[in-house]
């Protein structure tokens, strides 16, 4: 069984611009949660997203957003970087809910911002 | 707020040693609480979870029990070998219209040598 796909595993950008993420979760998942892994605040939530919908949202600006497809299959954009949007974003998925059920991480996509 | 705490780390142990990695939480209520662990250039993997007070998680030799009068999840093993050599997050999660959010400890390192 594949497990969670996250594309692209690197990525550089520059001030300013804007980012997409790409996620695919285990065949079956419907529930995608996405993190962001920094030296300095270690890992935070992002969001949840479940059969299209956001059902949770952390602490994060508006600058980032996700969306969810039909498919299960996920993205997260971020707009108008900043240096410390530096980071490794991690998705999970699990089947439904994922506050009772292991959540399956991906092996990240790391954004380096110059 | 949750929160998780770690014992700080870096741990170095020689094979074989004893390990314990201390964990404690700050919550309102019992959540469900989780030991994840990441090797290097990976995601998180799910060790081990439990989901109630004096419940006992284990895998792969590691053991960790839930104690809801300290607050505390530490993690255990009672043999290191040098595959273990990972960062460790301890975590907490709610049910209820708390999606996929996880709440992690900093992370502590360990490096087992032969």
């Known amino acids: 069984k594949a497990g969670v796909t996250q594309t692209p595993r690197y990525l550089i950008k520059t001030r300013g611009q804007q980012v997409t993420l790409s996620c695919s979760p285990i065949?079956?998942?419907?529930?995608v949660s996405w993190y962001q892994q920094t030296p300095g605040q270690g890992l935070q939530f992002l969001f949840e997203?479940?059969?299209?919908?956001?059902?949770n949202k952390g602490n994060f600006p508006g600058r980032f957003s996700g969306r969810q497809f039909s498919n299960s299959r996920s993205e997260m954009n971020v707009s108008t970087l900043e240096l410390g949007d530096s980071a490794l974003y991690l998705c999970?998925?699990?089947?439904?809910?994922?506050?009772?059920?292991?959540?399956?991480f991906g092996d990240g996509t790391r954004l380096s911002i110059l | 707020g949750d929160s998780v705490t770690q014992m700080e780390g870096p741990v170095t142990l020689s094979e074989e040693a004893f390990l314990t990695i201390n964990c404690t939480y700050t919550?309102?209520?019992?959540?469900?609480l989780f030991w994840y662990v990441q090797y290097p250039g990976e995601g998180l993997q799910l060790l081990l979870k439990?989901?109630?007070?004096?419940d006992k998680g284990s895998n792969k030799g590691f053991e960790a029990t839930y104690r809801k009068e300290t607050t505390s999840f530490h993690l255990e093993k009672g043999s290191v070998q040098v595959s273990d050599s990972a960062v460790y997050f301890c975590?907490?999660?709610?049910?209820?219209?708390?999606?996929?959010?996880?709440?992690f400890g900093q992370g502590t390192i360990l490096t087992v040598h032969p």
């Open positions: 999970a998925s699990s089947l439904s809910d994922p506050s009772n059920q292991p959540q399956h």
């Open positions: 065949s079956g998942h419907r529930s």
């Open positions: 997203y479940f059969s299209e919908t956001q059902r």
């Open positions: 919550a309102t209520g019992y959540p469900s």
């Open positions: 439990a989901t109630k007070a004096d």
């Open positions: 975590a907490l999660s709610w049910g209820g219209t708390s999606y996929g959010k996880l709440t």
